[in-house]
C-alpha cells in the first residue's frame, strides 16, 4: 500500500480522530472477548471453585433443608394426633 492510499485511508475515515475510534473500538473488544472468556470459565463446572459448582454446593444444602423440613413436618403431625387421640 503506497502513503497516498493510507492517508487517503485515514482521511475517510475522519482523519486521525477516526483512526483512533478504531483503535478504541479494537481495544473494547479485545477487553469484552477477554471479560467473556472470564464469565464462561466461572460458569463452568471445575470441581470445586467456580460460581457453578458454589450453586451446586448451594442447590444440594437447599435440597437436603426440604427433605429435613418435610421430615419433622411429619414429626408434628404424629405427635399432634397422638396428643388428640390421648
Same mark, same amino acid.
Given at each position: 500500500?503506497?502513503?497516498?492510499?493510507?492517508?487517503?485511508?485515514? /482521511? *475517510?475515515?475522519?482523519?486521525?480522530?477516526?483512526?483512533?475510534?478504531? @483503535?478504541?473500538?479494537l481495544g473494547?473488544? &479485545?477487553?469484552?472477548?477477554?471479560?467473556?472468556?472470564?464469565?464462561?470459565?466461572?460458569?463452568?463446572?471445575?470441581?470445586? /471453585? *467456580?460460581?457453578?459448582?458454589?450453586?451446586?454446593?448451594?442447590?444440594? @444444602?437447599?435440597?437436603?433443608?426440604?427433605? &429435613?423440613?418435610?421430615?419433622?413436618?411429619?414429626?408434628?403431625?404424629?405427635?399432634?394426633?397422638?396428643?388428640?387421640?390421648?
Amino acid at each position: 500500500m503506497k502513503i497516498h492510499e493510507i492517508i487517503d485511508a485515514i /482521511s *475517510s475515515l475522519g482523519g486521525f480522530a477516526g483512526l483512533a475510534a478504531i @483503535v478504541t473500538a479494537l481495544g473494547a473488544t &479485545r477487553r469484552m472477548s477477554n471479560a467473556s472468556a472470564k464469565i464462561t470459565k466461572e460458569l463452568s463446572p471445575n470441581h470445586g /471453585s *467456580s460460581i457453578k459448582d458454589a450453586l451446586q454446593r448451594i442447590e444440594e @444444602v437447599q435440597r437436603d433443608h426440604g427433605e &429435613r423440613l418435610h421430615e419433622l413436618r411429619k414429626d408434628v403431625q404424629t405427635l399432634q394426633v397422638k396428643e388428640l387421640l390421648s
